[in-house]
T-cell receptor, first 113, second 114 residues
């Protein structure tokens, strides 16, 4: 089945220790997104890629970076995680045009100790 | 005023009840409307997708969009305990600046009691 896969599902890191989360998709969608979701809140868009074109949200902290080496893969790098970065990180994909729904992966729950 | 308003609940109903979930929005440019279901500690799962005004039915789920009132609804018939989850509405303006962004409601937490 075509899908969005995220690894790892759970990640524990230490305060200030860099961490990388990964996302892959078999849907062949052009657009990939990273969201941060905290408890009982809506997902908050961090950035998205339209193919290789990177788009950063204005309020995304510099601590968050992303890479998309090819159509299928996208990475979220948190350079110096703080306690406030503990959250669920969601990857999503969508087609370029025609329909605008997004398909989400299962998420990576990040804990910062 | 927030762009999308959604009552967070929690909403608790007995098994078999009809559930009505709603969102209101302020941006008249929104044309694409979605409902996502999110189980605890999982990613959102797309339930319904609607373009512009009207109704769409899929099994026990019906989505309604009233653009004149800026109001969307999701109805769940014959609710089951497995429907217990948080339901998020989301919407998009479509082609143009910011077209790839979804604006989400905060989600309504639903519990269906056996």
């Amino acid at each position: 089945d075509a899908m969005v896969i995220q690894n790892p599902r759970y990640q524990v890191t230490q305060f200030g220790k860099p961490v990388t989360l990964s996302c892959s998709q078999t849907l062949n969608h052009n657009v990939m997104y990273w969201y941060q979701q905290k408890s009982s809140q809506a997902p908050k868009l961090l950035f998205h890629y339209y193919d290789k074109d990177f788009n950063n949200e204005a309020d995304t902290p510099d601590n968050f970076q992303s890479r998309r080496p090819n159509t299928s893969f996208c990475f979220l790098d948190i350079r110096s995680p703080g306690l406030g970065d503990a959250a669920m990180y969601l990857c999503a994909t969508s087609r370029v045009a025609g329909r605008y729904e997004q398909y989400f992966g299962p998420g990576t729950r990040l804990t910062v100790t | 005023q927030k762009e999308v308003e959604q009552d967070p609940g929690p909403l608790s109903v007995p098994e078999g009840a009809i559930v009505s979930l709603n969102c209101t929005y302020s941006n008249s440019a929104f044309q694409y409307f979605m409902w996502y279901r999110q189980y605890s500690r999982k990613g959102p799962e797309l339930l319904m997708y609607t373009y512009s005004s009207g109704n769409k039915e899929d099994g026990r789920f019906t989505a309604q969009v009233d653009k004149s009132s800026k109001y969307i609804s999701l109805f769940i018939r014959d609710s089951q305990p497995s429907d217990s989850a948080t339901y998020l509405c989301a919407m998009s303006a479509g082609p143009g600046a910011g077209s790839y962004q979804l604006t989400f409601g905060k989600g309504t937490k639903l519990s269906v009691i056996p």
